[in-house]
């Protein structure tokens, strides 16, 4: 064993990433972040500490062990890394990229005190490259336990689900009413910071599971919750639907040719590859002078979207300032970096017509910051007499969502004043058997907080059944709740209820 | 059987192809020309036949590289789990439609039923209103209020008699059936106006009126019934992508206020509905769509242009490639 490695040991700088140079990357949708090499990693996983008390587990909403991986990467075991991280997490490839890592595991890095953390996100996205590259997949053994699980959305939360229901041997099928697997990772969130190949290969990996996908499916609307557990016979079912419904601003003009929501712009782009129109069937018109209004994880992919589809010039519109943007600092770095304008401080009020139910231009007023708000961040607030003209042919709302209504409208679930479905601190619902996680509960939120929900929830339902939870004897250690009576975690609920498969 | 696995290669191809693995076929069991523009699928699809009502609509995708086109069902028959939709060669995808789609080939895509089912309510009296292919999805209307105990008025409105189609299931299931021709090759000459005129003066006591058609029909249905405060239904058919309420692409104004026809409509009060508006925001891509129909169009006597994975074709000289592009509005729901 190497000796106790401290921070004046370890190397002092962050192994970089490689990166597609800003003006190339304007024009394509290759990836912005080539990965690291195999030199990189080695040096980056040098930098790990292996703290006892491992401050950048708790951060992790799903809880990687990611001292206990990173030490494998340096022992070149990474084969044994990827089993590591897979035990906890079956998307590393996917969370790698997406992961607001300076928010979470990284953020709390005790090596981040006095250097920069280390680049845990980095790491597990170049074990989740290799293994994707190498063909890996850990397909433990299951013995079916004759339960049927249904998961309704193809999204974060209900993949994260599924693979843990399906390990604990249920029977799982993930509903999806578009074509594509995949949710917001196939629909949301582009090629350039995250290729199509990697959410296929991370699918693939949860059908070898034994889960089932039915594409082309909207529950609601095909079939009901309720449905599901009376006729269809699931034990017990999973909604991840999603914060999909796009919000607008309500200012006149929102509804002229040249408005569209982030959401369809990306959907055009992204999965439906309106950017290869007309080899592909659906159309994207892009403007010249692109205004996008918001500045979050979507406005930013909005913004590289519009450059990349051939704007020639992209503004970002935000009624606050940088300090308040709610995108990841890597993203706006990037959105800078390719050239995209950012108009701090300012807010439309109305969107101009050309005379033919177009764009020709926003007005726009100046904000200036004044209290605090519920969020904790300084208000904008209108300056009087500041108002001004833009010119722009396109506008983009990126500035939020809602729930998504059709669960709502189709079952009787009980929903909280803004639609979301109301569940308790173990996700389940109003109705028996029935589990609801991610952004449909919890409004808008990131990737690895919806697989957070989505695990959570498949933890609840497996108590729900009386499945044995190996997961959930960790889980509680750690939290300190209650413990163990003879060996059976006393969250393990009805577990006489077992079926023999 | 365990599906095959497949590791994403070089390109999206690769994620649609394991994609087809556990893919539902989408199979057309019958097909009817009612001209040679307008042309009536049957797809086997018995779960939804089993939740189909009517007003509600579906998005099909043709092939891979389709589009999302939304369609108002119209018809559904649970005992054979079929559902029916009637189509309007108008833009590229269903011209391509036309050609592609024959028994026994397969859509890539179908899902539904969409949106709110129209309410039947309890009006004794009711004018069922389709104009050109808006008949087709009038017709399962027309039965539900029959079937709810409502006398039924059907009026339906075409350019000329060659386009005439479903006036035996009309008549099958309305007390009184009217058909109003452009030329008056049948029925009785004039616009679908004509026929509420003429309803609204025979049976003042019309309690609901149901339109479905091109917005600029609608809008008239709509004026038309506005002096005798007769409460008009309307069916809007705004471009869509997804249909499930995520992308606010058919947003319509519905008194003052937006709303998402896929999910909080198509069923609006006509009364209500700003129709410019939607007519303004359908002509949103007739740019980029005239300019797919023009490619098509040329490249359709060549090989399929689009590539692998497309359904078959009949053989291409049976395309028509002199259709005059017509009328945008005609598009999308309907056909």
Redesign the interface.
């Known amino acids: 064993m190497a000796k106790k490695k401290t921070i004046r040991t370890i190397p002092q700088k962050r192994a970089p990433m490689r990166q597609q140079d800003a003006h190339r990357r304007a024009k394509n949708f290759e990836e912005v972040n080539c990965g690291y090499g195999l030199e990189d990693a080695l040096h980056e996983a040098e930098r790990c500490l292996d703290c006892p008390d491992a401050a950048c587990i708790e951060g992790c909403p799903v809880g990687i062990d990611i001292p206990g991986f990173i030490m494998k990467i340096g022992a070149k075991d990474f084969r044994g890394a990827y089993d590591l991280i897979t035990q906890t997490n079956l998307l590393p490839a996917i969370c790698g990229r997406v992961c607001p890592q300076e928010s979470q595991c990284e953020g709390v890095c005790p090596v981040g005190e006095t250097l920069e953390p280390v680049a845990i996100g980095r790491l597990e996205r170049w074990v989740g490259d290799l293994a994707?590259a190498e063909?890996w997949s850990n397909i433990p053994y299951i013995e079916p336990n004759g339960f049927k699980v249904g998961i309704v959305g193809s999204g974060p939360a209900g993949m994260a689900c599924a693979a843990d229901m399906a390990k604990a041997g249920c029977d799982v099928t993930v509903y999806e009413?578009?074509?594509?697997?995949g949710g917001v990772l196939r629909?949301g969130i582009p090629d350039f910071r995250l290729p199509?190949?990697?959410?296929?290969?991370e699918?693939?990996n949860l059908?070898?599971l034994?889960i089932?996908?039915?594409?082309?499916?909207?529950v609601g609307?095909?079939?009901t919750i309720e449905q599901m557990i009376d006729e269809m016979d699931y034990d017990a079912v999973f909604i991840g639907t999603g914060a999909?419904?796009?919000q607008?601003m309500?200012i006149p003009g929102?509804?002229?040719?040249g408005v569209?929501?982030a959401?369809?712009l990306l959907?055009?782009c992204n999965l439906?590859?309106a950017r290869e129109?007309?080899?592909?069937?659906?159309?994207v018109?892009i403007g010249r002078r692109v205004a996008v209004i918001g500045s979050g994880n979507t406005a930013m992919d909005a913004l590289r979207v519009c450059l990349r589809l051939g704007a020639e010039k992209v503004h970002c519109i935000y009624r606050r300032t940088q300090a308040e943007s709610p995108a990841r600092a890597e993203e706006l770095h990037h959105a800078e970096e390719e050239g995209i304008e950012f108009h701090w401080l300012t807010s439309p009020v109305e969107i101009l017509d050309d005379g033919k139910?177009k764009v020709r231009a926003m007005r726009c007023i100046r904000m200036e910051l004044g209290e605090p708000d519920a969020s904790g961040r300084r208000r904008p607030v209108p300056v009087a007499g500041s108002e001004f003209e833009f010119e722009t042919d396109m506008v983009v709302f990126a500035i939020g969502t809602n729930a998504?209504?059709?669960i709502g409208?189709t079952s009787k679930l009980n929903l909280d004043k803004r639609g979301y479905i109301e569940a308790d601190a173990s996700l389940a619902t109003s109705m028996a058997g029935v589990f609801a996680g991610g952004d449909i509960v919890t409004g808008a939120a990131t990737v690895i907080e919806a697989m957070g929900a989505g695990r959570k929830a498949a933890r609840s339902m497996k108590a729900y059944l009386g499945i044995r939870d190996a997961d959930a004897a960790g889980l509680t250690e750690r939290q300190g709740s209650s413990g163990k009576l003879f060996g059976i975690d006393l969250n393990e609920r009805n577990f006489a209820r077992v079926r023999v498969a | 059987m365990?599906?095959k696995?497949?590791?994403?290669?070089?390109?999206?191809q690769?994620?649609?192809a394991?994609?087809t693995s556990?893919?539902?076929k989408?199979e057309i069991v019958a097909r009817e020309d009612f001209s040679d523009v307008t042309y009536l699928l049957e797809i086997h699809h018995p779960?939804?036949a089993r939740?189909a009502k009517p007003g509600?609509f579906v998005i099909v995708?043709s092939h891979e590289?389709?589009?999302?086109i939304p369609l108002t069902i119209a018809d559904f028959d649970r005992v054979k789990g079929t559902i029916t939709l009637v189509i309007q060669a108008v833009g590229?995808?269903t011209r391509e439609m036309q050609q592609s789609c024959q028994v026994g080939a397969a859509l890539?895509?179908?899902?539904?039923?969409?949106?709110?089912p129209s309410h039947i309510g309890g009006a004794r009296k009711v004018a069922c209103v389709g104009g050109g292919l808006g008949v087709a999805p009038t017709f399962p209307l027309a039965r539900a209020f029959k079937e709810n105990g409502a006398y039924v008025i059907g009026i339906v409105g075409f350019r000329t008699k060659d386009l005439v189609f479903w006036e035996d299931k009309f008549r099958a299931c309305c007390d009184e059936f009217i058909i109003c021709t452009n030329d008056g090759s049948a029925g009785i000459k004039g616009l679908i106006t004509d026929g509420i005129e003429l309803a609204i003066e025979k049976h003042p006591d019309i309690g609901e009126l149901v339109a479905i058609g091109p917005p600029i029909m609608m809008k008239a249905c709509a004026e038309a019934t506005r002096p005798h405060k007769i409460k008009t239904v309307v069916s809007v058919n705004p471009i869509m992508?997804?249909?499930?309420?995520?992308?606010?692409?058919c947003?319509v104004?519905v008194g003052g206020q937006?709303k998402?026809a896929c999910?909080?409509g198509p069923d609006f009060d006509g009364h209500q509905v700003d129709f410019d508006?939607l007519m303004?925001?359908l002509?949103?891509?007739s740019?980029?769509?005239r300019?797919?129909t023009e490619?098509w169009s040329e490249s359709c006597r060549m090989k399929y242009p689009?590539?692998p994975g497309s359904p078959g074709l009949p053989s291409p000289d049976q395309a028509d490639e002199a259709l005059a592009l017509p009328d945008p509005f005609e598009e999308a729901k309907g056909g």
């Open positions: 994707i063909g009413a578009f074509h594509q697997a629909y199509n190949e990697v959410i296929d290969a699918v693939d059908r070898k034994g089932k996908f039915e594409c082309n499916t909207l609307r095909l079939f999909g419904y796009p607008l309500g929102d509804s002229l040719n569209l929501s959401n369809e959907t055009r439906m590859r129109f007309p080899n592909y069937d659906t159309p018109p139910g998504n209504p059709i409208q | 365990k599906p696995n497949r590791r994403g290669s070089s390109n999206a690769a994620g649609s394991v994609e556990e893919r539902r989408f779960l939804m939740a509600q995708m590289h389709g589009e999302r590229k995808t890539y895509g179908l899902v539904g039923p969409m949106g709110v992508v997804d249909g499930t309420g995520m992308c606010g692409g947003r104004k937006v998402f999910v909080d508006d303004s925001r002509r949103r891509f740019q980029a769509e300019a797919a490619r689009i590539g």
